[in-house]
């Protein structure tokens, strides 16, 4: 609960830090539908870039939506997912990726995908102390821009992964400890 408590925490950072930026939206395939038995039917026309070609981030949380279940387009997106974490006496240690997913038609993609990262860094090293006076930011932030030949759909959908690390106190049950927990069973 505490996990999810802090993927939400930090899916609303990233929202809020977002909240203006606009990007890009790809453009409609012109293509015949594959299978398609009217071979006269487009999957939609191709349109001149306008101010409805743009939108605000997405932001989702563990996965990217199931396609068949939305018309929208998931590009731009910002995806928060746990991924690591370890729990001592006092203190719980989280891993949250925050994948950037941008898209671009033209040689300086790769600058709407930055865009985003560098907000979100910015943003991450002004927390002082807290996020949502729970979770406290540990060491650095660390980001990733795979190689462009590696990304799934180069040259026009472009990814790039921040790791952030949390600490945040561990939950108890708060029970009284009783001897009779610890006594160890008398043989004879």
């Not at 038995?37 to 409805?52: D, P, Y």
């Not at 563990?62 to 928060?80: A, M, W």
């Not at 891993?95 to 930055?114: K, P, R």
């Not at 807290?130 to 406290?136: A, G, Q, T, V």
Request: hydrophobic share 35%.
């Amino acid at each position: 609960m505490v996990i999810n408590n802090l993927v939400d925490a930090v899916a609303k950072f990233c929202e809020s830090t977002l909240a203006n930026l606009m990007q890009p939206t790809p453009d409609k395939i012109t293509e015949i539908r594959p299978g398609s038995l009217n071979r006269t039917e487009l999957i939609s026309e191709k349109t001149e870039k306008s101010e409805a070609s743009y939108k605000r981030i997405s932001i989702f949380k563990g996965c990217l939506p199931p396609k068949r279940q939305s018309e929208n387009d998931d590009y731009p997106f910002v995806l928060v997912v746990p991924s690591a974490g370890t729990v001592d006496r006092e203190f719980a240690h989280a891993t949250v990726n925050i994948y950037c997913g941008s898209w671009h038609d033209g040689n300086e993609g790769y600058a709407e995908v930055l865009n985003i990262v560098q907000r979100l860094l910015i943003a991450l090293s002004k927390i002082e102390s807290s996020l949502d006076k729970r979770y406290i930011p540990e060491s650095d932030v660390k980001w990733i821009f795979p190689d462009a030949s590696a990304q799934a759909g180069a040259p026009k959908m472009w990814q790039a992964m921040i790791t952030t690390n949390w600490k945040y106190h561990t939950p108890s049950n708060n029970l009284p400890f009783k001897d009779e927990y610890f006594k160890e069973k008398q043989y004879e």
